[in-house]
DNA sequence: GTCTATATTAAGATAGAC
DNA sequence: GTCTATCTTAATATAGAC
C-alpha cells in the first residue's frame, strides 16, 4: 500500500480514536513509523489530511442518501436504512465529535458540511413523504417539518451525546442504539397497524443490547 | 466593579462571541485594556477562568432545573419552564458551542457536565410523569424514556445544530424556536383535548417569528 | 521517497519593576 | 494591582542530505 494512503488510513483511525485536535502531525508520522518530513512530502499538512478524508466521506455519503430515492420503500427499508447511513457516520465519527471546532478550523469543510445537513434533511423529507403516501405514516405538516428536523439533528449530534452520557457502550450497540432512538421518535406517527412493528423493533433492540452486553461482560 | 469580575464578565463575552477556543488570554487583556501580567495575577490561566464561569452557571442551572418540582404544573408552565432553561443556557452558549472541545481540554469540567445532563434527564423524567399522571400527556413507557433523552439532546446539542444550519437569526428568535422545537416533539403524545393547546404554540410561534423577522429586516 | 535537523509561530505563563 | 519584558512549550512546517 503507497505511503500517501497508509497515511490517511492511519490519520482516520487515529482521529477515531482520539480526536483530531488530539493528533498532531508527529503523531501519525510516529505511528507509521515514518518521518514526519515524509508526511509533509505527501501532504502539505494536516488540513490537507482532514480535508481528503472529508471528501470521501462526503462523497460515499451523498451516493448512501441518494440510494433510496431508487427503489419504493417499506417500513423495514427504512429501518435498514437508517441504519446504513449512521454506520458510515461512525466510520468517520471523528468528524462529528469535533464538529464545531473542526469546522471553525477548516473553513472549506464548513460550508461542505452544512450542505450535508440539508441533504440529510431533503432525505428525510422525501422518505416522510413517501410514508405518508403509503399510509405507513399519519402526522400534519407542521410536526413534519419539525420531526424532520429532530431526524438530522439526531443523526447529526446523538454521536456527542453518547459521548457526554459516557456509557461505554460496544460500537455495535451504539449504532442499534442510534437507529432505535431515531426509530423511537417517528414511532408515536405511525398508522396504527404499524405499532406492531415498533414493538418488534424494540424486542430486536432489547435482546441485540441484552446479549452483546452479555458477551462484553464475557471478555 | 473589581478587576477579577471584569475578567470574567468579558471572558464570558468573549467566548460567546468567538468560541473559547478562539480567544486567548492576551484578547481579553486586550479587550479590557489591561495587561496580560495583569490578568494572571487575577487568575492561574484560562482554565482558571472557565472553570469559575461553568461553576456560575452550574449553580444557577441546578437551581432552575429543580424549581418545578415545589409548584404543581400545567401544560402552560411546562411552556415557560422550557424558554428559563433554554435562555440560560444561551447565556452560556460558549459552553454548548464548543462543549466537546472543552469537555476534553478540561477535565474537571467534564464530570460536571455529564451530572448535569443526568440532571436534565431527571427534570425531564419528573415533569413527563406529572403531566402523565395529570391526564395531559398519554405515552407508553418505553416511548417515554426515549422522548426524555430526546429533550435532552435538543437542550444540549440543539445550538450546535443551530450554528451548523446558520440561519442567522436574531437571539431572541433563537430561542423560542428551540422551545417550539421541543413543544413539537412533545406533541403527538399530548392527550387531545390539549392538541388546541400546541395549535396555539404553534400559532403564537409564527406569529412572533414573523413579527421579529420583520423587525430584523427593518433595520 | 525518505530521513535528520532545525526554523517558525502562537498561545500560555512568569519575573521583577513600579 | 498593574505594567513591561521575557520565557516555555508544543505544534506546524521546511531545508537539505541521502
Not at 433510496?68 to 437508517?82: H, Q, R, V
Not at 447529526?156 to 442510534?178: G, K, S
Request: with cysteine; net charge negative.
Amino acid at each position: 500500500m503507497k505511503t500517501r494512503d497508509r497515511i490517511l488510513q492511519t490519520s482516520l483511525a487515529l482521529f477515531n480514536a482520539e480526536g483530531e485536535a488530539n493528533v498532531t502531525t508527529v503523531d501519525i508520522a510516529n505511528e507509521m513509523d515514518i518521518s514526519p518530513g515524509n508526511l509533509y512530502y505527501h501532504f502539505k499538512g494536516k488540513e490537507e489530511i482532514v480535508g481528503n478524508l472529508f471528501n470521501t466521506f462526503d462523497h460515499e455519503f451523498q451516493q448512501i442518501l441518494d440510494a433510496p430515492a431508487a427503489g419504493s420503500l417499506n417500513s423495514e427499508d427504512a429501518w435498514f436504512y437508517l441504519y446504513v447511513v449512521f454506520e458510515h457516520i461512525f466510520n468517520y465519527r471523528f468528524l462529528y465529535r469535533n464538529i464545531n471546532d473542526i469546522m471553525e478550523r477548516y473553513s472549506g469543510i464548513n460550508r461542505q458540511f452544512r450542505r450535508l445537513l440539508f441533504h440529510k434533511l431533503d432525505a428525510a423529507d422525501a422518505i416522510s413523504k413517501e410514508l405518508i403516501e403509503k399510509g405507513i405514516m399519519v402526522i400534519p405538516e407542521n410536526q413534519r417539518i419539525r420531526l424532520c428536523e429532530n431526524i438530522a439533528l439526531n443523526l447529526t449530534f446523538w454521536l456527542n451525546y453518547d459521548q457526554l452520557r459516557r456509557q461505554d457502550m460496544p460500537n455495535e450497540l451504539l449504532i442499534h442504539q442510534a437507529v432505535f432512538q431515531i426509530m423511537s421518535i417517528v414511532a408515536p406517527h405511525l398508522a396504527e397497524e404499524f405499532n406492531g412493528f415498533y414493538q418488534e423493533c424494540a424486542t430486536t433492540y432489547e435482546e441485540l443490547a441484552a446479549h452483546i452486553l452479555q458477551k462484553a461482560r464475557e471478555s
